[in-house]
């Protein structure tokens, strides 16, 4: 048992169910939102500390990098010795950091770095929590004033292949006592794991959801994502118009522009069948590059030209703005060079 994986309510119970009063509960739930090594408890005496060594979180700040934009980069390790990458970024509405779910992935798109080692385990709730607890301190934050605002689920891993932490974090990272971060600030990108979409449609969260599309037809799309051998386009979007239904949130569309491959005019054409009458925003994305991957970037000026064709055609659409390349944290870039096991 990790306490990070528990609210402040189970961790109360847990210890009281070792005979030692409530507060201390409260005590090391403040600790552990904190980011506090359990030896910097100084309200714990020896002896309590001892008690609570086994199960208090025991993840670390393993390596920070800190790119020109500000953007820094953070390696997180955990007990096991497993590694994962988180990034944070400041934008002029806030904070964001971008929190890894797995270590590892297992989906096998072929723009991302993330993949390439294939799926070594989930992480737990506590264990995505973590990451921000960490950076959040390290930052000059504290669970009284949190330096973070925002938060993207979008880091290593595909956060719907392991739902039910996922769901959990959501839980524990929203709730007043917690972090209290407002689930409208907290977004969630999937590949397209179409059952476990509306299976997250029906659990109501009202975070923003994002789907990886980055094609616009079936042949295509198998050809960057394996999942599309699954699920096809229209059924991606059929649960996106079931999200919409049952939260009232619009949904947002990721499309990493490859040059050559899903840039051209007719992409871009197709692209606003697919999406016309939906309420939807599209995230174009700049490929960032990937050393093992002969995929290329779309030229800035094709970029431009195919978010005006998407606008003209009545879709809300933005070129995002990239942050971290010259780091390695930029989107489709986080691997995890550093895990053992």
Known sequence: MNFADLSQKELCEQVEAMLLPKFRGKQLFD???NGQELDEISVFSQKLKQIFEKNYPKYKIFKKFEAKDGTKKYLIQFEDGAVVECVFMKYKYGNTICLSTQVGCRMGCKFCAS?????????????????????NRDNGGSKKARVVTNIVLMGSGEPLDNFDNVCKFIELVSAQEGMNISRRNI?????GLVDKM??????????????????????ERKKLMPIANKWSIAEILEACDFYFQKTGRRFYIEYTLVK??????????????????????VNLIMLNPVKERNLKSTERQDAEKFCKMLSDGGISATIRRSLGQEIGGACGQLRNKFVSG
């Open 198 to 219: 509306k299976q997250f449609a029906e659990k109501q969260f009202d975070v923003s959801l994002t789907i990886s599309l980055h094609a616009t037809t079936d042949e």
């Open 115 to 135: 993949t390439l080692q294939g799926l070594k385990r989930n992480l737990s709730a506590g264990e995505i929590l973590g990451q921000l607890y960490l950076v």
């Open 260 to 281: 050559g491959v899903n840039d051209g005019e007719e992409d871009a054409l197709r692209l606003i069948k697919l999406l016309k009458g939906r309420t939807c925003h």
């Open 31 to 33: 600790a552990i939102l």
């Open 187 to 191: 977004s969630l990108s999937t590949c």
